[in-house]
């Protein structure tokens, strides 16, 4: 069984959870340390499978998954490189979800579409990957943001 997942910003904790899936599916023998059940129900952090992943920087967007964790300003790099996600990230609308100490580290992509028209686009990518569950990585604070994605995930 998996979960289609999509994040909801490619940044550190982003890179650290695909990561450290990772480093667990190449070391079966090892228990996996943080996490506070290795099961929920039938489910286990191995049946997560990235299907989508949304951003504002302009050098995640439009690289997959598996390339996207790796842009800085991510520093997470605990392992050297990942198995291929081939998920592409897309954009994302800026709104209030851009954190004070990140806005100085990234490029924001130049939107040119409104909001609506970004839900739209948002909400066709999430059908179409056939995406189950979205993660929520925005900064705290992100109150526009994160009403935007729960209309998002609604729809």
């Known amino acids: 069984m998996t979960?289609?997942?999509?994040?909801?910003?490619?940044?550190?904790?982003?890179?650290?959870?695909?990561?450290?899936?990772e480093y667990y599916r190449q070391n079966p023998e090892k228990k996996p340390i943080g996490l506070m059940h290795e099961r929920i129900g039938d489910y286990r952090v191995f049946d997560l499978k990235f299907?989508?992943?949304f951003d504002v920087a302009e050098n995640k967007i439009g690289?997959?998954?598996?390339?996207?964790?790796?842009?800085?300003?991510?520093?997470?790099?605990w392992l050297d490189k990942v198995s291929r996600i081939n998920a592409v990230v897309c954009e994302s609308p800026i709104l209030d979800g851009v954190g004070v100490y990140v806005e100085k580290k990234i490029k924001l992509i130049k939107q040119t579409k409104n909001d609506e028209e970004l839900?739209?686009?948002?909400?066709?990518?999430?059908?179409?990957?056939?995406?189950?569950?979205?993660?929520?990585y925005l900064p705290v604070g992100s109150e526009k943001a994160t009403r935007f994605w729960a209309e998002a995930a609604l729809k």
Do not use: H, W
């Open 63 to 77: 690289k997959t998954i598996d390339e996207a964790i790796y842009q800085e300003p991510n520093c997470v790099d």
């Open 51 to 53: 299907t989508s992943a």
């Open 3 to 21: 979960i289609n997942v999509g994040a909801i910003g490619v940044g550190n904790c982003f890179a650290g959870l695909v990561q450290g899936i």
């Open 119 to 136: 839900e739209k686009e948002i909400v066709r990518t999430i059908r179409q990957t056939d995406t189950e569950m979205l993660v929520n």
